[in-house]
């Protein structure tokens, strides 16, 4: 149902963009958003956004990362600018619907390292 893409390698101060596919209507989940996860921690919130254009990012992204919506292409995408190592974990695409089910990507690896 959600397929990311725009993962990798990047040198510390430097940005990349990843992007999620549905393959329905953006307009049918309740939320869409990117949580990440690095090895013995928890899955946490990245940001995401309703469907009235509200977007909640997690404190880590705030100033940095910009989450846009396109109801269009049934796409959310995740620009992180001034990515930082600690930035390193595999980031997952996110939806819900009104019921309370959830979707998952696959995961995409970003890694900060010089």
């Known amino acids: 149902q959600l397929v990311e893409s725009g993962g990798g390698l990047v040198q510390p101060g430097g940005s990349l963009t990843l992007s999620c596919a549905a393959s329905?209507?953006?307009?049918?989940?309740?939320?869409m958003g990117w949580y990440r996860q690095v090895p013995g921690k928890e899955r946490e919130l990245v940001a995401d956004?309703?469907?009235?254009?509200?977007?909640t990012y997690g404190e880590s992204a705030k100033g940095r990362f910009t989450l846009t919506k396109d109801n269009v292409n049934n796409t959310v995408d995740l620009q992180m600018n001034n990515l930082q190592p600690e930035d390193t974990a595999v980031y997952f695409c996110?939806?819900?619907?009104?019921?309370?089910?959830?979707?998952w990507g696959q995961g995409t690896q970003v890694t900060v390292s010089l």
């Open positions: 956004v309703t469907p009235g254009g509200g977007i």
């Open positions: 329905k209507s953006a307009l049918s989940f309740y939320t």
């Open positions: 996110h939806a819900r619907i009104i019921s309370g089910f959830e979707y």
